[in-house]
């Protein structure tokens, strides 16, 4: 299948460039998280589909839109199922590489080769669903036997992300969030968006 792009105008302009640098510096390291995510033995590349109605009645040639919805399985189904996974392998490689100068691959975290560093590792998330996989109760059920602890928190999104940040906080845990404020500028957001960048 061929791609063409359209130049935006607007692109160019010294604001956007200014809005954008952020951005671009947060996903400077996404072509390593593709590459490390087509390793993992449950990925596979999703589909492109075309939309070639909406593409007429909005004037555009053709459009695309990308299927998630069997994204490592239907239980999942979304692009959110990479962002997490791909943190906390980051944080894992990240405490083997700081105890033995060694930076293990995924494959070799899989096993039990670097099994008594990791083990002790906490990692703690907000989710209304997608990165944690648990609001209902049947989702809970499957990451409970998984090995997770779930606590269920009143209120919306914003309150178990509070929840999860001081819980990691008080406990040393690694709190795995997709957002980032002024008080939490590690690169765990960062990874979680680079993985977001798979878009095969």
Known sequence: MQYTHLSNPARSSQEAKSAAAVCIKNLSQWAIAVEEIRTWPEYSPQPLRTLPGFAQKVGVDQLFVKDESKRF??????????????????????????????????????TSKYHDITRNVVVCVATDGN?????????????????????????????????????????????????????????????????YMVLD
């Open 73 to 110: 399985g239907s239980d999942i189904g979304s692009f959110k199922a990479l962002g997490a996974p791909y943190a906390v392998y980051m944080i894992l490689a990240e405490e083997v590489y700081a105890k033995t100068g060694v930076r293990p691959s995924s494959a070799e975290l899989r």
């Open 131 to 195: 990165q944690g996989r648990g609001l209902a109760d049947g989702r809970a059920d499957r990451m409970k036997n998984l090995g997770a602890v779930v606590i269920r928190v009143d209120g919306e999104y914003e309150a178990s992300v509070a929840r999860a940040k001081e819980d990691a906080r008080m406990n040393g845990w690694y709190f795995v969030s997709s957002t980032s404020w002024s008080d939490f500028d590690n690169d765990v957001p960062q990874h979680v968006m680079n993985a």
